[in-house]
């Protein structure tokens, strides 16, 4: 009958107790025979030490672990089990006989011995196998470069060793105390800014990027180092990716643009935004869309008890109604399609669900197809929100949050100033009302539906051209769940009347962002894949801003979120242009629904000509100028 790695590590501790018991007794006499008394007093107590000593060993894991990944916590395990064990057994012989003939130095002798017994073969065997699987890989495998030198840095290198299908020639880090360090044998061969000679020196046939907590403007420095060289490149999950807090081979994947604009780790306070959700009917409008999808999911997470989606688009609510009954089959789900417009048909959702919380996600965004149909952006974007918000109102809601854009910030276009008018329209309503209206306001979404990521992509994929409006155009960029956590967060903390203006960090150049995707595509810009430079679309700006000038930017109670200070709002003012609105779109009357637009926002005006400016077609293309 075989048995078990577990029973054989049971019983070679046992062994070592009594052998520790043994030694001990004969080295306070000078490894000499011990007088009969203390003999038979050591015998007699020996069951006691072997039970006692085992249920501590037990207590503290040590036949948990796997002798071949002994490590430094396993060593302190036995240190304390054996100094611990020596106490109790001293205690429990006391209560016994008194410790009669036991010597005292036995007591202190016993533990020494013990922690050299149990760590020393455990030590020995976690080395020979070390050394062994080294042997094994100098022969074979895949030569590579690790980059980083920290924790996850090593479990890779370790991870190598292990699996054979690759040789850690080295690894390079930017800690000038890691440099000519070794970890498990693999030296620190220098900084990151000498990758690509490192590489060429050592002949090596791959990296891969073992920094998962590394910032924007590291990673970005990092992968302009791996292109340099000229040789593959993979990297690690970024480190809110890494949940279980383990890294492995396993782990390793292609870098991608999220891993270059993606944003540092968001500490969020779940505590209390899970308060401010669980056991409540959450509404979401424009539920089916890329913002509003991702909220129905973390909202349906933190423990809400209903979530009512609300959208127009009967495909887009039939995906995330599949997708919420297969992950929340407990959720109180409902799945409702209209139009944001329709006041009775709010009425009947708001009284039918009772929603306290809502979330307005429904809007178009599109901005050069809402520049010639400005109609239909003030009747989604603009009046919409107005009968949301009023609904949400007359049914005493807890909290309505607006999720707007920055570019409401001195709009340009059509799109720009009919968010800004939402957003407007919300500060007005905040005023002797019960419901807290909240407005969060963000840059670009990384993978949104209609986002520029998802256009390159396809274009890469096509074989090309690439086509970027203007070489200087920068936006703001966000990834979706980190961009609704920040909502979530707003939500739990706005008292009312607040715009929430996300940190965004640093704002992207387009064309950088295009030659990176090419690049990590595997080909390079002007050379495989072209980029062609095609002008400002009507309504396009050449840099978003997250605020406005005369609006006071201060710190909210949350890093990431900073609180755009404004004037107070003239309500009646606002009224009357939106009943203007509401008249004008009615008979269809585009050229006043403009008119009233300028008059609601006057910025329009002055970003107008200088969007025009910049709106000329750059008919050639990057690299071959």
Known sequence: MLISNRTKVILYDLLA?????????????????????????????????????????????????????????????????????????????????????????????????????????????????????????????????????????????????????????GLVDDEPALLKARIHGVPVLGPVKDLSSIAHRYEVDSLIIAVPSATNAEMQHIVDMCEQSGRPFRTLPRIQDIVSGKVGLQEVREVSIDDLLGRDKIELDWQVIQSALVGKAVLVTGGGGSIGSELCRQVARLGASKVIVFDHSEFNLYQIDRELREKFPHLGLHSIIGDVCDRVALNQLFTTFSPRLVFHAAAYKHVPILESQAREAVRNNVIGTYEVAAAAERHGCENVVLISTDKAVKPSSIMGATKRFAELICESKNHDAETRFITVRFGNVLGSAGSVVPLFRQQIRDGGPVTVTHPDATRYFMTIPEACQLILQASAIGEGGEIFVLDMGQSINIAYLAEQMIRLSGREPGDGVSIVFTGLRPGEKLHEELFHAEEDLSQSSHSKLMLAGHSKTDRKRIQEIFEALVHACDIFDEAGIRRLLIEAVPELTKTIGESENNANVLNFTRGNQ
């Open 17 to 169: 107790i009594s052998i520790a018991w043994s030694i001990g007794l004969f080295a306070r006499f000078n490894f000499e025979a011990p007088p009969k008394e203390f003999m038979d007093a050591a015998i007699t107590a020996f069951p006691v030490v072997l039970i006692v000593q085992a249920g501590i060993s037990r207590y503290f894991g040590l036949y948990k672990g796997l002798w071949r990944f002994a490590s430094l916590q396993d060593l302190w395990n036995i240190i304390r089990a054996a100094a611990l064990g020596s106490v109790s057994i001293a205690l429990v012989l006391f209560v016994i006989n008194r410790l009669e003939d036991i010597p005292r130095s036995l007591l202190i002798l016993y533990p020494f011995f013990l922690v050299f017994l149990l760590g020393g073969p455990r030590l020995a065997y976690r080395l020979w196998k070390d050394h062994s699987l080294s042997l094994h890989n100098i022969s074979g495998g895949q030569r590579v470069i690790i980059i980083g030198a920290g924790t996850s840095g090593e479990m890779i290198v370790r991870d190598m060793l292990r699996d054979g299908s690759y040789i850690p020639v």
